[in-house]
């Protein structure tokens, strides 16, 4: 089965920009999707496809993607965005499966 | 609104089986595929399987092959995820979500199912 790699932990200043990055074969050929968890709670979507967000995502949520890396970027990011941020995609080992990245912690110093 | 939710949390013994449910509202049950994901305390994300509610086929993590079943009934639109044969290593939040197939993306998630494992 396929793997995603992603740094365990990145720190930025209020109002910085962060970038995330998502490393794995699968992302040759299919999007990553970026989810947001904080801490007790179920994850959220934050980034699909090429670079959708779903509604009530802010736009200072971006993706982009090249190669077999995938990227969430935080542009002016928030006390609130401090939380863990997870890529998935689907696995290119077999039809609807799918494989979930090994998670970033992002803090907002 | 559009939500899933899950069954209660479980305390089970090793050797035993789990059994969760996920309800799902405000949208047509048979429309989307569900999976299951779980985190373990402190660890990441880890994705176990798929069901297709329309007609119940489904898919498994190589990991949980022969360990997993997921079922639906469509009468109550609501699946279930059935893990046997339990290990201390199971104990961790079990979560389903739906799946926006066209991108893959798990746009909406249940609130979660704590699942302890212990003798």
Not at chain 1, 16 to 38: F, H
Not at chain 2, 14 to 30: E, I, L, Q
Not at chain 2, 101 to 111: K, L, T, V
Request: with cysteine; aromatic share 10%.
């Amino acid at each position: 089965s396929s793997e995603l790699t992603q740094d365990p932990a990145v720190s930025v200043a209020l109002g910085q920009t962060v970038r995330i990055t998502c490393q794995g074969d699968s992302l040759r050929s299919y999007y990553a999707s970026w989810y947001q968890q904080k801490p007790g709670q179920a994850p959220v979507l934050v980034i699909y496809g090429k670079n959708n967000r779903p509604s009530g995502i802010p736009d200072r949520f971006s993706g982009s993607s090249s190669g077999n890396t995938a990227s969430l970027t935080i542009t002016g990011a928030q006390a609130e965005d401090e939380a863990d941020y997870y890529c998935n995609s689907r696995d290119s080992s077999g039809n609807h499966l799918y494989v979930f990245g090994t998670g970033t912690k992002v803090t907002v110093l | 609104q559009v939500q899933l939710v899950q069954s209660g949390a479980e305390v089970k013994k090793p050797g035993a089986s789990v059994k969760v449910s996920c309800k799902a509202s405000g949208y047509t049950f048979t429309s989307y595929y569900m999976h299951w994901v779980r985190q373990a305390p402190g660890q990441g994300l880890e994705w176990m399987g798929i069901i297709n509610p329309s007609g119940g086929s489904t898919s498994y993590a190589q990991k949980f092959q022969g360990r997993v079943t997921m079922t639906r009934d469509t009468s109550t639109s609501t699946v279930y995820m059935e893990l046997s044969s339990l290990r201390s290593e199971d104990t961790a939040v079990y979560y389903c979500a739906r799946v926006y197939e066209s991108w893959g993306a798990f746009d909406i998630w249940g609130q979660g199912t704590m699942v302890t494992v212990s003798s």
